[in-house]
């Protein structure tokens, strides 16, 4: 049986089988990116519920596993040196996931660039650009008398779906073949609907990305993935 003892963060969330991967997440679009990950790449894990509460994600414990107070993070007892390892940073896993299966990042080096690319701009880009648009449209953002922060990110939103929804006009995935990169962009997308901003953003304008967030939502490992860790 795995030894994690090292890992602070399992006096807290303790395994009840170490010898699987350890995940500490909660189901927002960053965090059911590792989860729709591990299902769809059938390696077995134990999920742990972190809340957004300061209470979970400032928590000694989970601090010493991601300084940055963010989930999800992961331990894999099964580290690729031999020795268990522990992640934060939700593209970070897709890649290190993808990696160790071997599977969702391409067969050869240029489409594991190419993959990776488009991971990194999910993580720079669209990311914390819909993150603030959901801020301005259905958050405290949105009673600000100031509209011009809120207009921001509603054009920078419209310009990202567009890049996509051109991406998308001649294939199925991101990259021609599903992969870690659709894992990281579609769940934002679907977290449009949570901001209340589909129509703000002139959603239903982006033929392509309908279609394409539809085929995403129906894969099996997806319609499980997103809900786990199951909310409180």
């Keep these: 049986m795995a030894d ?21 997440s909660y189901p927002t679009p ?3 990116k590792a ?17 957004l509460s300061d209470a979970d994600v400032k928590s000694p414990e989970f601090l010493s596993l991601n300084p940055n107070n963010k989930i999800p993070a992961i331990i894999d007892p ?7 390892v522990g992640l934060f940073e939700s593209g970070a896993i897709l890649i290190y996931l993808a990696e160790k299966s071997g599977m969702l990042i391409g067969d050869t080096a240029s489409d594991r660039a190419r993959t990776i690319q488009w991971v990194m701009f999910q993580m720079g880009g669209l990311g ?12 405290a953002g949105s009673e600000w008398e100031d509209k011009r922060p809120q207009q921001r990110y509603i ?43 589909k129509e703000t953003i002139g959603w239903e304008d982006h033929k392509n990305l309908v279609a394409y967030l539809d085929r995403f939502m129906a894969r099996p490992a997806v319609e499980k993935g997103k809900n786990i860790p199951p909310r409180p």
């Excluded at 051109?166 to 995935?173: G, P, V």
């Excluded at 992969?179 to 997308?189: E, G, H, K």
């Design 78 to 84: 099964n580290g690729p040196d031999g020795t268990p």
């Design 4 to 24: 994690l003892s090292a890992f602070p963060i399992t006096r807290k969330w303790t395994p009840q089988n170490p010898d699987v991967l350890q995940l500490f």
């Design 128 to 139: 914390p650009m819909l993150g603030q648009l959901g801020f301005f449209v259905k958050f």
């Design 155 to 197: 054009d920078e939103g419209k310009r990202l779906l567009g890049m996509l929804d051109k991406q998308l006009a001649d294939k199925d995935w991101i990259t021609g073949a599903y992969s870690i990169a659709d894992i990281a962009i579609a769940p934002w997308l679907n977290a449009l609907d949570f901001y209340q901003a």
């Design 30 to 32: 960053n965090g059911v």
């Design 35 to 51: 989860s729709i990950a591990l299902e769809e790449m059938n390696i077995p894990y134990e999920a742990h519920l972190v809340t």
